[in-house]
């Protein structure tokens, strides 16, 4: 079974960047899951998939993996960019798009 080791996005619902500093490492799915027939329920016999351990840092989390024998893949961060604007920027004179209604 192989583990992913990554850093999690930001939710949605998060302006800041709150536990997104940390790396994640987390097994992929070895079965599919199956649905249920009665109730409908979606169900999985993997365990491994409920396993998540976080990490300081990317190095941390190889070093636990080839530690315990563990195959591995590092899904390196997007870095995000960030814009620096102000409100006042939307009325300045040398715009490159023309402010509309």
């Keep these: 079974m192989v583990a992913r080791i990554y850093r999690p996005a930001k ?3 998060q ?3 709150a536990k997104t500093q940390r790396w994640v490492l987390d097994y992929e799915p070895e079965t599919a899951r199956t649905v249920e027939p ?3 329920y ?3 016999s993997d365990m491994k998939q409920q396993i ?3 990490f300081d840092s990317k ?3 190889i070093a636990y993996a080839r530690r315990n024998g563990i195959a591995h893949r590092v899904e390196e961060a997007n870095e995000r960019r960030v814009r620096t604007a102000s409100y ?3 009325f300045k004179f040398g715009r490159r798009a ?3 209604h």
Aim: negative net charge; hydrophobic residues 35%.
């Design 98 to 100: 023309p402010w509309t």
């Design 15 to 17: 302006s800041g960047k």
């Design 88 to 90: 006042s920027d939307n």
């Design 52 to 54: 998540r351990l976080f």
């Design 59 to 61: 190095d941390d989390a």
């Design 38 to 40: 009665l109730m409908g």
């Design 42 to 44: 979606t169900s999985s």
């Design 11 to 13: 939710t949605a619902m």
